[in-house]
């Protein structure tokens, strides 16, 4: 049996402390029996859905700080390790097994969740909050409205060890707000936001390319969003290249 963490209130006297990356996180417990693997969705609000996961380590996803702390997904490769396919990038740890036992930690802060995977003996538990894995829940509004509200906490002046000038989840957020401007109709933002993730370093070219989410900037855009995507991630088969090789051939043949 695994001892959950209550999200809504603390219990007294049931703080458990933990040290990770220089940092002491409280951590608070209460006996509660979690629920069997499953998605959630919170009745009545269909706001909010949440994926329960036990993965053996090594995990195939990969998490980046959040603008409000937080750990997102920001890749899942199953050529990594151990994932689950409804997690997307964006979505949030909201919960982690802790590094012992069967207790489990809220999600304080990246350096918290990165700590608890690291250190955990055994399956790793991770409660994740879908933030766009399906656009029906939230609303394309609301998600909207979410995602600005993460752009819009993106520290200035940011210099990342690799010389990055924003923070990893500042292209998914922008990705995501692509995404929200498609599914509402709003055609020329949705390529203003898109055109701004990838040129911040969003390279998942071939989820551009299929995501249902962007279905409708891709249909609605036609040229202009090939023309956007095809300049950041070459197709395979360029015409352009092949026009202008053909060109050449024939003006040789026409001089025989």
Known sequence: MRVQQSLQQPRAGSRAAFSGAGRVAQARVVARRRAPLRTVAQAGAATEEFVELDLPKPLGLK?????????????????????????????????????FGSDIWDAQNFGQIMYAIRTRNGDVYLKIKRNFGDMSAPSPQGALVDFEN??????????????????????????????????????????????????????????????????????????????????????????????????????LFSKN
């Open 63 to 99: 998490f980046a700080r959040g603008n409000d702390g937080g750990a997102y997904v920001i890749k899942n490769d199953p050529a990594l390790g151990n994932t689950d396919p409804r997690i997307q990038p964006g979505d949030k740890v909201v919960q982690i097994s802790a590094s």
């Open 150 to 251: 993460v752009a819009a906490l993106e520290p200035r002046n940011f210099v990342g060890d690799s010389g990055a000038r924003v923070t990893p989840i500042m292209p998914v957020t922008l990705y995501n707000i692509a995404c929200a401007y498609s599914m509402v109709g709003s055609m020329d933002e949705g390529l203003k936001a898109l055109e701004k993730a990838l040129s911040l370093g969003f390279e998942d070219y071939g989820k551009v390319r299929s995501d249902p989410n962007l279905k409708r900037l891709r249909d609605e855009s036609g040229a202009r969003f090939e023309e956007l995507v095809n300049s950041y991630d070459e197709p395979v088969i360029n015409m352009e290249a092949i026009k202008a090789t053909f060109g050449v051939f024939g003006k």
